[in-house]
């Protein structure tokens, strides 16, 4: 099980900008050998019977980014008591005093769309946010190792071969509504709450399909109607949303003039030199160094708002919790989005170890079932990996059913 635990609003730093990076065909990666020894392969192997794919993710992201990327220093991946998640490895006092970053992600390794709010403006549903995302990540997911975020697949599929996975890789949210049986869904009809659950389920299979449908004939010869479900719940269950930058002409002006603008600043500072007596020139001067900023402004308050998807490798791995201090931020100018942390509660004892969080936003019940597959503060006693899979969908079901009065 891979998210959310609980609710809290992300911090994103709204006046960086994001490069839109809709190909990562062209990122030229350095991949470099691994020589295990003994024990080590032993540790990998175990590793890769209880986390099918993290291996292959960690040698990749390792290779993928360059020798000052501190993140496999802070967390790796781990299994809790909530299934799996990332463990936190390094010293709290060195991310909490000195706020350093746990995780540096460079933006070469994204995927990402633009999120339309007029769905009218659409040519098709297939052109939505999600559907485009989602056949980004299959084409890369294809590919195998020939992709340049093939360690970001394996981790997906659970270290199976996209191409031959029949129908497709095990689900990355398992116990979301769409993986229950008929009898199990028959659970959440005992109250109107999970009735109004089940029709909103069957009201998103219907777009899913509808939106499959819709592909380029290209693109439905290439992918299963399983293959695009699959990825769409790996969508749906992981994205972040935010304002990145997205198609924001002013604001990617904005980023790009930031450089000059320090200049300009530095320049006008200083009081002597042969510019100095000229007033058009200080004038010019004031002018750069303040555009962005005035930019920004515009774009802000009368330009066209974007909001952005985007996958995240190694920070969507991290379970979701409503008080994690969280804060994820996009750099423009270094082209990394990182996650830190402004309170110890990002990292919670459990099962002997740390468990690192971060928080995905605020989401109600509702939202958490039919993508996610788990909710908050459910009784978890006598539950562990061993749990069958009719005992913790009947759980939740009970949990759902149980907080008529609560949030929707």
Known sequence: MKLHVSLLLLTISESRAFSPTNSLSTLSIRKTPVVLSAKTAETVETAQSTLPGVTDFETWFKSSTDNDNETLKYVKHGTFSNGRGLEFIGKASDVLSQEKAVITLPK??????????????????????????????????????????????????????????????????????????????????????????VR??????????????????????????????????????????????????????????LPFAAAAFALNYIQAGPFAS???????????????????????????????????????????????????EFDPLKGVFTVSVEGRNCIVDDDGKKQFYVSYGTKKDTELLLNYGFLPAMDVSNMDASTSEDETRRRLAATFNSRVMMQP
């Open 108 to 197: 070469e390794l994204v995927l990402k769309s633009v999120i339309v709010e007029d769905k009218e403006s659409l040519a098709t549903v297939a052109d939505d946010w999600d559907s485009v995302l989602t056949i980004q990540l299959l084409r890369e997911c294809q590919q195998g190792q020939q992709s340049d975020i093939h360690g970001y697949c394996s981790l997906l599929t659970r270290g199976q071969d996209f191409n031959t996975a029949f129908p497709c890789p095990p689900s990355t949210a398992p116990d979301c509504i769409r993986n229950w049986t008929p009898a199990q869904i028959e659970l959440l009809k005992e109250s109107k709450r999970g009735e109004r659950l």
């Open 200 to 257: 909103i389920h069957e009201q998103q299979a219907g777009e899913w399909l509808e939106k499959y449908d819709a592909l380029p004939p290209s693109d439905r010869n290439t992918f299963t109607k399983e293959q695009f479900f699959w990825a769409m719940e790996a969508v749906n269950s992981r994205a972040f949303k935010g304002d990145f930058g997205g198609e924001n002409v002013l604001k990617k002006l904005s980023s790009s003039l």
């Open 278 to 328: 000229d007033e058009r020139f200080t004038v010019a001067l004031l002018a750069l160094s303040c555009a962005p900023v005035l930019l920004n402004f515009v774009s802000e308050n009368f330009g066209m708002k974007t909001t952005d998807a985007v996958l995240l490798p190694f920070i969507d791995s991290a379970n979701h919790v409503e008080s994690a201090r969280s804060n994820l």
